[in-house]
Nanobody, 128 residues
Framework: VQLQASGGGLVQPGGSLRLSCAVS????????IGWFRQAPGKERVGVAC???????FYKDSALGRFTMSKDNVKNMVFLQMNNLTPEDTATYFC???????????????????????WGQGTQVTVSS
């Protein structure tokens, strides 16, 4: 199993980034998946998630600015981030984590035995 996040970088306030997550070892048709972030000195928090049937949920911090999508054929997950602010500076992770995703109201396909897998993270820095 592997989740490989990429696409982070340095961007000015108001700018955009598109994060990608390459998934292997499980099917996005069956598993819910989410994006999480951890800022320096802070706890890791959820950003957005997508259920196995493609319904999405966004935390307030992401609502209206971020868009999550996935390609089940290519096993890829994306996070389009627009109008970035310095408060978005963090390491971003993609993950399938039953309790974390359930808390964000994202669900797995019925009958799926959920497992917890986390990627290594990609750094996003928003600064002028």
């Amino acid at each position: 199993v592997q989740l490989q996040a990429s696409g982070g970088g340095l961007v000015q306030p108001g700018g955009s980034l598109r994060l990608s997550c390459a998934v292997s070892g499980f099917s996005l048709d069956d598993f819910a998946i989410g994006w999480f972030r951890q800022a320096p000195g802070k706890e890791r928090v959820g950003v957005a998630c997508m259920s196995s049937w493609n319904s999405t949920f966004y935390k307030d911090s992401a609502l209206g600015r971020f868009t999550m999508s996935k390609d089940n054929v290519k096993n890829m997950v994306f996070l389009q981030m627009n109008n970035l602010t310095p408060e978005d500076t963090a390491t971003y992770f993609c993950a399938t984590d039953f309790w974390a995703l359930t808390e964000m109201k994202c669900s797995y396909r019925a009958g799926t035995i959920p497992k917890n897998y986390w990627g290594q993270g990609t750094q996003v820095t928003v600064s002028s």
